[in-house]
């Protein structure tokens, strides 16, 4: 009939089956898709129909992509949550670390250097300023003027830090190791000198040995070869760098400020000094010798002065 729909163009009746409540367009269970319902659906790229889902997904790739790579397999390079803070807190330690033995080998060289300028009185010219006093008498004279002295440096420095200041604090510290390693080396020379102790050797020898001594806190044995080998030696360097670094962690309260800094490092320079003290004399009364069976001993020499520049060349902008 004219106006009619052409058979193959009618719209199929869909009838109540199945694939309604299976929310598909599919044929029921049990019976084959017709010609028009597999011309309906569209052709995948690979000639097989895949109802416009895309190719399919295999379980297989998924559970792989799960499991974890094998000892012999490369796994995903992924840094570990925080390693970058951790770095840079292990390179912050690394680099305080070296800055801080740095700081102590300077100040290890300077009181080496220093140790030969430091001038020492002699046995006779103490006898002279301290007329009728015997060794004891005259070891506590010594010992109370050295104490007083290094209980001035640590005021003086705590009274410097009565502001904090972060760049001078290590400064600071740097100046009252080498005041106070000063006053307590001329204190162990001439207590040497009182005791009969005075070990042998030219001026440099005897200022390693009265550095050794210091560093250690014992007296030098001079009546023993083997201990003034370990004086002159090359572990006296390590040992007067790990008493440093003691001292600057004893000494750390000295920069607390508004002054208590100062009394705190008066207290605290006077007790050490006087605790060195007590150790060298116990050790030095041992091997004591009479001041009259003393055999006749050359003054010391002080350390001699730098060369003068000849005459016209003493201004260097000149």
């Given at each position: 009939?004219?106006?009619?729909?052409p058979?193959?163009?009618r719209?199929?009746?869909?009838?109540?089956?199945s694939?309604?409540?299976?929310?598909?367009?599919?044929?029921?269970?049990?019976e084959?898709?017709?010609?028009?319902?597999?011309?309906?659906?569209?052709?995948?790229?690979?000639?097989?129909?895949?109802?416009?889902?895309?190719?399919?997904?295999?379980?297989?790739?998924?559970?792989?992509?799960?499991r974890?790579?094998?000892?012999?397999q490369?796994?995903?390079a992924?840094?570990?949550?925080?390693s970058?803070?951790l770095?840079?807190?292990?390179?912050?330690?690394?680099?305080?670390?070296?800055?801080?033995?740095?700081?102590?080998?300077?100040?290890?060289?300077?009181?080496?250097d220093?140790?030969?300028?430091?001038?020492v009185r002699?046995?006779?010219?103490?006898?002279r300023?301290?007329?009728g006093?015997?060794?004891?008498?005259?070891?506590?004279?010594?010992?109370?003027?050295?104490?007083?002295?290094?209980?001035t440096?640590?005021?003086?420095?705590?009274?410097?830090?009565?502001?904090?200041?972060?760049?001078a604090?290590?400064?600071?510290?740097?100046?009252?190791?080498?005041?106070?390693?000063?006053?307590?080396?001329?204190?162990v020379?001439?207590?040497?000198?009182?005791?009969?102790?005075?070990?042998?050797?030219?001026?440099?020898?005897?200022?390693?040995?009265?550095?050794?001594?210091?560093?250690e806190?014992?007296?030098?044995?001079?009546?023993?070869?083997?201990?003034?080998?370990a004086?002159l030696?090359?572990?006296?360097k390590?040992e007067l760098r790990q008493?440093i670094m003691?001292r600057?962690v004893?000494?750390?309260?000295?920069?607390?400020?508004?002054m208590i800094?100062?009394?705190?490092?008066?207290?605290?320079?006077?007790?050490d000094?006087?605790?060195?003290?007590d150790?060298?004399?116990?050790?030095l009364?041992?091997?004591?010798?009479?001041?009259?069976?003393l055999?006749?001993?050359?003054?010391?020499?002080?350390?001699e002065?730098?060369?003068?520049?000849?005459?016209?060349?003493?201004?260097p902008?000149?």
């Amino acid at each position: 009939m004219a106006g009619d729909t052409p058979f193959r163009k009618r719209r199929l009746r869909r009838t109540k089956s199945s694939e309604a409540h299976q929310g598909g367009a599919g044929p029921a269970e049990g019976e084959s898709p017709t010609a028009e319902h597999q011309a309906a659906l569209p052709a995948s790229p690979g000639g097989t129909p895949d109802d416009e889902r895309g190719r399919p997904a295999s379980l297989e790739a998924v559970g792989a992509a799960d499991r974890p790579p094998g000892p012999g397999q490369d796994g995903p390079a992924q840094p570990p949550e925080g390693s970058g803070r951790l770095h840079t807190l292990r390179r912050g330690v690394r680099r305080s670390g070296e800055s801080a033995a740095a700081a102590v080998a300077l100040v290890a060289d300077r009181i080496i250097d220093t140790a030969p300028r430091v001038p020492v009185r002699d046995l006779a010219t103490l006898r002279r300023q301290f007329p009728g006093l015997g060794p004891e008498e005259l070891a506590d004279k010594l010992v109370s003027g050295a104490c007083n002295a290094t209980a001035t440096v640590g005021a003086g420095i705590g009274a410097a830090a009565m502001m904090p200041v972060p760049p001078a604090m290590l400064a600071e510290l740097a100046a009252e190791i080498t005041g106070v390693a000063t006053v307590e080396l001329k204190l162990v020379a001439e207590l040497h000198e009182v005791y009969g102790q005075r070990p042998p050797g030219n001026l440099g020898q005897r200022s390693t040995a009265y550095l050794t001594s210091w560093t250690e806190e014992r007296g030098i044995d001079v009546s023993r070869p083997t201990t003034l080998n370990a004086a002159l030696g090359g572990q006296m360097k390590r040992e007067l760098r790990q008493q440093i670094m003691k001292r600057i962690v004893r000494d750390l309260p000295n920069l607390i400020p508004f002054m208590i800094g100062a009394v705190i490092g008066a207290l605290m320079n006077r007790r050490d000094t006087r605790k060195l003290a007590d150790r060298v004399r116990s050790d030095l009364r041992r091997q004591q010798v009479p001041w009259d069976r003393l055999p006749e001993l050359p003054p010391l020499k002080p350390a001699e002065p730098p060369a003068e520049l000849p005459e016209g060349h003493d201004d260097p902008g000149r």
